[in-house]
């Protein structure tokens, strides 16, 4: 059974926890360049996934509540196995996120004490995908 193929208008919903990173993104949502179309919806090829990497975003861990600052990162987008287009379109509602702490968090006091976690992986997810009924492998 196929995957439905991302098209433009899809969201792209971050996990909140990587490890013991704690974070808060709003959802972004897509765009795609590819040529082809499912209903009206451009397609999103390899490389798409990328709009949703985020270069900096505030961060904090359960004992370091003064945040930090963190980049995440897109590593892992489904795409579809067999297409005749020189970039392969994505498919599939899970794609593989990095968090990478840039500068730590703190945790208060008199001598506040940074914390700066190794980058941790999660599972981000699509929702709204326009696509409902075209499928990939």
């Not at 990587?18 to 974070?23: A, C, K, N, Y």
């Not at 082809?36 to 961060?59: I, P």
Request: aromatic letters at 6%; proline letters at 9%.
């Amino acid at each position: 059974m196929g995957k439905n193929i991302i098209v433009s208008g899809a969201e792209f919903i971050y996990p909140t926890q990587f490890g013991t990173i704690i974070v808060i993104i709003p959802a972004k949502k897509l765009s795609g360049t590819g040529h082809a179309t499912v209903n009206g919806s451009k397609v999103c090829h390899a490389g798409d996934e990328k709009q949703a990497d985020v270069l900096s975003v505030r961060y904090t861990t359960s004992t370091a509540t003064t945040p930090g600052d963190a980049k995440i990162t897109i590593t892992k987008a489904e795409t579809a196995s067999v297409v005749t287009s020189t970039s392969p379109v994505i498919i599939g509602e899970k794609w593989t996120v990095l968090c990478t702490p840039l500068t730590p968090a703190h945790i208060p006091g008199f001598a506040p004490t940074p914390v700066q976690p190794p980058a941790s992986s999660a599972d981000g997810s699509i929702t709204n995908n326009p696509n409902l009924f075209v499928t990939a492998e």
